[in-house]
């Protein structure tokens, strides 16, 4: 465990962990704390950021990040934030570390937060964007769709109905600490809560109500752990060992590998949720990057050569 790492999970601890203890969520509050919290890192070198905020930009609200370089490689990044705050300009440090380590143009979508857009909205608003890219003449074999916490989870949720309407699937899919069961029945809520440094474990019932409102729980289409993973394409999956939200990574990548998808799964030793948003401070968020960076190179080949068969791997960092 670095120093970085420690201290990141002091600071959570202190500031985050006591809010998730209040019986009512202040989404008015969050979505300020997060505002006035927010790091912008630089625009790296040689790239530009483009921001698509005029309302006749949806179902691409939000921003670009390209290089001068031609890029063969799309990411549709999907924020977390438990469907109710952040934005990407909130995630910006791990979305310019990921496409500056992928060498891939990137695409962090402004979905609809709720409670004012309920679920399914931010389902609705990725996959309107995924097609989007589609229409645009982006071929699925080099798009990567990413997220993380609710993000990871609206990822998957989004590869799902993809599937399910026998859309074109991207290369891969790549899931950091992703909340995939807006049930909480994972084992984890328990067993983890006292050790996750950010969240108290029944934080996030209130967090799904908020989504939800009187919504099934276990649809797949909110909560993706609960559908079929057969015919996805590869995932990468990365969570903490401390996380409360653990097991929403455990049994998605058991449930996926039983039906037949390649999955890489990391676990990492105490680091709080989320901890790529950390990057470039803490070492443990630049390597996970890393390989979650080459995860999706490898995916994503270019036209003239094939993609090499990998093998899935489980691994504790």
């Known amino acids: 465990m670095s120093w970085q790492s420690a201290l990141a999970c002091w600071i959570v601890r202190r500031r985050m962990r006591p809010e998730t203890a209040k019986p009512v ?42 290089s001068a370089a031609p890029q063969h490689i799309t990411i549709l990044y999907l924020h977390g934030g438990g469907y109710y705050f952040c ?19 990137i695409f962090s979508l402004d979905y609809r937060l709720a409670p004012e857009h309920r679920f399914p909205c931010a389902l609705d608003d990725a996959v309107a964007a995924y097609r989007r890219l589609l229409a645009d003449g982006v071929p699925a074999r080099s798009i990567a769709i990413a997220g993380d916490s609710a993000g990871g989870g609206l990822a998957l949720a989004t590869l799902l109905k993809l599937r399910d309407a026998a859309d074109p699937l991207p290369a891969c899919g790549v899931l950091f600490s992703p909340w995939t069961d807006l049930a909480s029945t994972g084992a984890s809520i328990v067993t983890n809560d006292g050790r996750d440094p950010m969240f ?21 289409c909110a909560s993706p752990l609960y559908g079929r993973f ?21 049994r998605v990548a058991e449930k996926a590998r039983g039906a037949g998808v390649t999955v890489d799964f990391e676990i990492w030793p105490k680091v709080p949720h989320g901890f790529q948003l950390f990057a470039p401070f803490m070492p443990e968020a630049n390597r996970a990057l890393e390989r979650a960076a080459r995860f999706i190179r490898e995916a994503t080949p270019p036209p003239q050569r094939a993609a090499a068969q990998r093998l899935p791997e489980t691994s504790i960092v």
């Open 87 to 105: 934005s990407p300009r909130s995630h910006r440090s791990l979305v310019f570390a990921l496409a500056t380590r992928t060498d891939a143009r």
């Open 230 to 250: 057969e015919g996805l394409p590869p995932l990468l999956i990365q969570a903490g060992d401390t996380e409360v939200l653990l097991d929403d990574s455990t």
């Open 200 to 220: 108290h474990g029944a934080a996030l019932a209130r967090a799904a109500k908020v989504y939800l409102g009187d919504a099934d729980a276990t649809n797949p």
């Open 25 to 66: 969520i202040d989404v008015a509050r969050a979505r300020a704390y997060t505002a006035r919290r927010v790091w912008s890192p630089k625009v790296p070198p040689g790239w530009r950021l483009t921001e698509h905020y005029d309302i006749h930009a949806a179902p691409l609200r939000g921003e670009w990040l390209a």
